[in-house]
Each structure stands twice: as C-alpha cells, then as structure tokens.
C-alpha cells in the first residue's frame, strides 16, 4: 500500500510541475502581462526606494510657497499648505504596498485555511459553519462594515486593514471549498486516508498545495482592490491616519480644485491608475495561464 501511495504521489508532483512549467511559459508570451509585470515592478522598486529611506521621506515637509508650479525644485507643484506633491505621490506608493500585500496574503491565507477546511469537511459542521460565516459577512456592506469596525477600535491604526481582510477572505474561501471537493476524491488522496494519515497533514500537506494556482490570482485580485478600497476609505477619512496616501490626496484636493489648481488630485489619480492598470494587466495574463484548460 505504501508503494501505491507513493507512485500517486510521486505522478501527482509531476503533474503539477508539468503544469506550472506550461502556465509560466504561457505567462511570458504573453505581451499585455509581462508589460504590466514591469510597470509593477517599477512601482515595487519606488516603494522599497521609501521603505529603505532613498526618497520619498519629506513628504510632510512645508517648504515651499502654496500652490508653487511644476519645476525643477518642486517637479509636481506644491499643495495649499506648500508640501511637495512629489514626495507625497512617491510616498504614497509604499503605503499602497504595504496595505495590499497585507490584505491579499492575510486574507488569501485565512481563505485557504476556512476553504479547505470546509471543502474536506463538506456537509458537517465544519463546513456549515464556516458558510454560515461567508454568508455574514457577505451580507455586511463592505463600507458600513468598515465605519462601524472603525468607529469600534477608535484609535487603533491597523482598523482598515481588519476590516479588509475580515471581508476579502470570502471568495477566496469560497473558490479553495469547490476546489477541495473535487481533490478530497483524487487517489492521491484516498491512497494517503486508507493510510491512517491525520486528515490535517492531509488538507494542509496535500491538498492545500494543489489550491496554489487558485490563490496566487485571488491574492492578485485581492492586492487591487485592497489598494482601490484603501483609497476610497481613506478619502472617506476612514483610510490612513498617520501618514498619506493617494487617497487622501485626493481628499485635499478637492478643495484646491474648487480654486483651479489639480497637480494634486491629477498626480495622485495617474499614479492610482498606472498600478491598478498594470496588476490588472498581469492579474489576467496569470489568470489565463493558470487555467487548467488552458494549460493541459
């Protein structure tokens, strides 16, 4: 017995190494995605050129005059209170980062975990549970959701983030669920149960591994919108408190709008737009590579 579980296992690896070696390939012949990859990557190293201390640290200085023009000394302009709209927008890109890596891996991992754990355990408590939960929390909209936790945890800085992820992990959940039902009746499986293998080494060893292609697109999906809600929010002033954003970079200029200035509000807007297009851009192509039909 032993010896068939490990031919089943040993067929099933190379299944799915088979099968990440045509998504990748696949992914790079692909123009649109690996356009958006570099665009991404761009983004990335300006982040980590903040997080490092290279750039971006005088985004709260006032040094120059209110409302200064585009120049060499200040390349964006300068906002009311004579900040240098540059070092915000470059700021900014570290605190988008930062909230949706946060939310896409937290909440990916606690749909893995809650999916799996209702997919194999389809039809008892476990399971009933765990949809009773996604049926909840589904039927919070997701803004009232986020004022009622952020007026709940006053003060507390991470308040956004809880909310995000208590509300993204639903559909990542969901999808992980279906999937595990249909693996729970693979041999692989089957051959490691008549074993005697603890069911969670086989959830957690087995078959959350096969799940990977599910999660690496939802926590793609999951990191824009993280970074579109963080920017509502935070133009709501439910968002970033100490700190700025692209969202709140937009909330103070509609003011300066009012009085004809928009280096503020078009900034933040193009540099929204550039990271949110280019995932999108290399979210679809991994979508499609990734798909099994596509990739068998």
Do not use: C
Not at 57 to 84: C, H, K, L
Not at 94 to 105: D, H, I, N, R, T
Not at 147 to 160: I, P, R, V
Not at 173 to 191: D, N, P, Q, S, T
């Amino acid at each position: 017995m032993s010896g068939a579980v490990e031919i089943a296992a040993t067929t099933e690896r190379r299944s799915r190494g088979s099968l990440w070696s045509k998504a990748v390939y696949k992914l790079s012949r692909d123009r649109f995605g690996m356009v958006g990859l570099a665009v991404v990557g761009i983004y990335l190293i300006v982040a980590l050129g903040v997080w490092f201390g290279v750039w971006g640290q005088g985004w709260s200085d006032v040094t120059g005059p209110m409302w200064a023009a585009p120049s060499d000394e200040y390349r964006f302009g300068t906002n009311v209170i004579g900040q240098d709209i540059f070092e915000r927008a470059i700021y900014s890109t570290k605190v988008a980062f930062e909230v949706g890596l946060v939310v896409a891996v937290l909440s990916t991992v606690i749909g893995a975990i809650l999916g799996a754990l209702a997919g194999y355990f389809s039809g008892t408590w476990i399971d009933e549970i765990v949809l009773w939960l996604k049926g909840v929390l589904d039927s919070i909209p997701f803004y009232l959701f986020v004022a009622a936790l952020a007026f709940a945890l006053q003060g507390f800085a991470y308040s956004m983030h809880v909310a995000m992820i208590a509300t993204f992990w639903t559909t990542t959940g969901r999808l992980v669920r279906g999937e595990v039902i249909k693996l729970r009746g693979f041999e692989f499986v089957e051959a490691a149960r008549a074993l005697g293998v603890p069911e969670l080494t086989i959830i957690f060893r087995h078959i959350i591994p096969n799940t990977f292609h599910i999660l690496l697109v939802q926590a793609t999906i999951v990191f824009v919108a993280a970074i579109k809600s963080e920017v509502i929010l935070s133009f709501l002033g439910l968002g970033v408190k100490d700190g700025v954003s692209w969202g709140l970079m937009i909330a103070e200029s509609t003011q300066e709008v009012l009085a004809g200035q928009f280096n503020n509000f078009i900034w933040a807007s193009v540099f929204l737009f550039g990271l949110v297009m280019a995932f999108n851009l290399f979210s679809d192509a991994l979508q499609d590579a990734l798909d099994p039909r596509s990739v068998t």
